[in-house]
């Protein structure tokens, strides 16, 4: 499901391209950084680090559960309405203090867009995620996959039946529409549990575990969104079109973060919460170091696959046909610099949830805090000393996100005392290496292929083209760590095994209903 999220998301994305060109594009997406902002601190900062943790800890006592968790939601609504109503009231001074670069008409569309965003969508997308964190503290995540799916495809649809009357307040709409929908299609995920919503705000033992717990890590989100947020006002010297091309470079190596790292991070949370709470310890460091060793396996190739494969990638996610080929060549080389760090960003999701799970969200903060300041530095000397175009900032990312998931790393083996570092680095040399064999053929491959078998004027011979490559390059990086005896290549064979036992349950099902 969350694939398919993904997948809708960057379908997203190509519309929007066919529609809109990048200097309106910058507009479009410029508009969202200060509901992102908000809605960051609130949800992201309260949601993944301490609201589950707590829903795990009182979901056996429904009286005890009903009173913590309305609580907690009640007090994040009521920060939420403080900050909108603030926020909404001053963006005719904040937008012009991150966007510099920009003319004033484009500022006066950015503060229109973001004013209707922080209070048509805001709303609806914090109620849903309270609603997502409910399903997965319960381990239910169907509806939870779903909904952001069903948002995808309300902003695609509305744009595109819309455009020619709304132009860019079409996809705004369809975000606030899509929103409404992502709250209403995770509803019966309150019936499915042992919570009851109350309309109170009581200083509940829940509540003071919750306040004590969320401030660091509201404190961590708070630094990477000024981070982000440096990130669109440096774009803003950069030209026209820059922010865009940041923007989309970074959602695409966000794919297989999203559909990888975060998605492993955000179903572990509750088990690695409960198993600490039952203090099974070497069942505990087992799981981590086990998962780092599978995500690693599994990004490492993707990494490469990104770098060599990077302009036919851009063009087969947003060659829409205002997307020109300039665009098409900054976004690519963006997202080369951008793939450095994929292994370790896909990591960083399961690490920080490891320091959750034990109810430290004060290391993550500090440890971000170091990294952000390394990004900052190195994106203002690549922009205002050293004069570099907008891929300078993919790759200061890379060296803070790569500074980030080691320190994280270390630290939680030096906690619990050790995760076997030896057989761990051993292995993910092994890794890369195989990942760099099977990248070397598959590029000259790619380029033999490119022209004398597939004509790649047309995007469907696009789409063949990386298919047959991408076959070829994880068919390679299969067989080199079947050779260099990687245990980790057994795990997409069971996960084969787990499909096939899901298509057996289904066939019963489908038989009983005939």
């Excluded at 993707?302 to 976004?331: C, H, M, N, Y």
Aim: aromatic share 18%; glycine share 4%.
């Amino acid at each position: 499901m969350i694939v398919m999220t993904s997948l809708s998301g960057f379908l997203r994305y190509r519309i929007l391209a066919g529609y809109f060109n990048k200097e309106e594009l910058d507009i479009f997406f410029a508009s969202f950084r200060i509901p992102d902002i908000i809605f960051e601190i609130l949800i992201t900062g309260a949601l993944t680090s301490t609201f589950i943790p707590i829903y795990v800890k009182y979901k056996n006592n429904k009286k005890d559960l009903s009173e913590n968790i309305s609580s907690i939601i009640n007090l994040i609504f009521i920060l939420l309405t403080v900050f909108v109503v603030i926020v909404s009231l001053f963006l005719n001074r904040i937008i012009p203090a991150l966007t510099p670069g920009y003319d004033l008409v484009k500022m006066e569309k950015i503060i229109n867009l973001s004013r209707l965003l922080l209070l048509g969508q805001l709303p609806f997308f914090v109620l849903g995620n309270f609603l997502t964190g409910i399903g997965q503290a319960n381990k239910i995540f169907f509806l939870s996959a779903l909904a952001p799916i069903i948002y995808n495809l309300t902003i695609i649809l509305i744009t595109i039946f819309l455009y020619q009357s709304l132009f860019l307040l079409a996809p705004i709409w369809g975000v606030v529409i899509g929103a409404f929908f992502l709250f209403v299609i995770q509803l019966p995920l309150l019936f499915n549990s042992n919570f009851t919503y109350q309309f109170i705000l009581k200083k509940t033992k829940g509540l003071v575990e919750f306040t004590k717990l969320v401030v660091p890590r509201a404190f961590t989100v708070i630094v990477a969104q000024i981070d982000a947020t440096i990130d669109l006002t440096l774009t803003t010297f950069l030209g026209s079109g820059a922010y865009t091309v940041f923007y989309l470079a970074q959602h695409l190596q966000l794919l297989p973060v999203s559909v990888i790292g975060i998605a492993f991070g955000q179903a572990s949370l509750p088990y690695l919460t409960e198993i600490f709470q039952e203090k099974r310890m070497d069942e505990f460091k087992k799981i981590i170091s086990d998962s780092l060793l599978n995500l690693f396996y599994l990004t490492i190739p993707i990494s490469f696959f990104f770098i060599f494969a990077r302009t036919p990638l851009v063009r087969l996610f947003f060659g829409g046909q205002k997307f020109d080929w300039e665009a098409t060549v900054s976004t690519a080389v963006t997202l080369s610099y951008f793939s450095i760090s994929l292994p370790f960003h896909g990591c960083y999701y399961f690490l920080t949830r490891c320091f959750y799970s034990i109810q430290d969200s004060r290391t993550p903060f500090y440890i971000s805090v170091f990294s952000i300041m390394v990004n900052t530095t190195l994106s203002l000397l690549s922009i205002f000393i050293f004069h570099l175009p907008v891929w300078a900032l993919a790759l200061s990312f890379s060296v803070s996100m790569i500074i980030n998931s080691s320190l994280l790393f270390v630290i939680i083996s030096s906690k619990l005392q050790g995760l076997g570092l030896k057989e761990i680095f051993v292995d993910i040399g092994k890794m890369f290496f195989s990942a760099f064999l099977s990248a070397f053929v598959s590029y000259f491959s790619m380029k033999f292929l490119d022209g004398l078998i597939f004509d790649t004027s047309r995007t469907i011979n696009v789409f063949f083209l990386l298919s047959t490559v991408a076959l070829i390059h994880f068919a390679l990086y299969l067989f080199l760590s079947w050779l260099f005896n990687l245990k980790e290549i057994y795990l997409l064979t069971s996960l084969i095994l787990k499909l096939k036992e899901y298509q057996k349950k289904f066939t019963e099902i489908y038989i009983q209903y005939e």
